[in-house]
């Protein structure tokens, strides 16, 4: 079965200084979407169910990814009341932070989930994945700490929560055939990439595709998006 895979950033009113204005979806666009979603009968389902193979039609996955603490301020209420769970990929070394990999490149700081946040946030069902320690650039940082980077985070993040971290998402997309095989080596069960698409049974568990939601994503084509996908069977 085909299972779509939402990929959003930032839930929050715009930044008008933001370089990456396409990462923010407002909050009154995302309770549009979920409640879109939740009247035609889908449900949301957390990444790592795709791993128990018996999954209900009309299910799909939202991810989230970088840990904003606006995920916890206007995404989690609006997911809570629609009985959706969401995926959120942390960046370990950067919990109660901000987003220095983007205000290093010029864009606006934002805030990330405290530790109480991000428990809290798993009391009402929220599932974590890894996003790295440092939201690092895979490929270009040689193997060595390549393999810190994705294992340790690991490590990190399910002592913090008490729970084995089974999902990674690669930072900026990016990825190669040597940073694949780190994934699966550190014990890691499924990856998300950037690559847009739908997912089927030969999609590869550690590249899976997402429907990236952006600002200027208009309810139509929001749900034209996830239809499409959620029919597509390959
Ligand atoms: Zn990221």
Known sequence: MAVPILMYHKVAPVDPRSTLKGHYVSPRLFEKQMSALASRGFTAIPLNSLLTGDIAPRSFVITFDDGYENFHRYALPILVRHGFQATVFLVANAIGGTNRWDSEAGDVEERLMTLEQIRDAGKQGTQFGSHTLDHADLPAIGEAEAWRQISESREVLGGLLGTDIEAFCY???????????????????????????????????FALRRINIRRDTSLPVFLYKLWRDARNDG
């Open 171 to 205: 930072p900026y997309g990016r990825k190669n055939p040597a940073v694949r095989e780190m994934v699966v080596r550190a014990g890691y069960r499924l990856a998300c990439s950037t690559e847009k698409g739908a997912n089927n049974r030969e999609t590869d568990p």
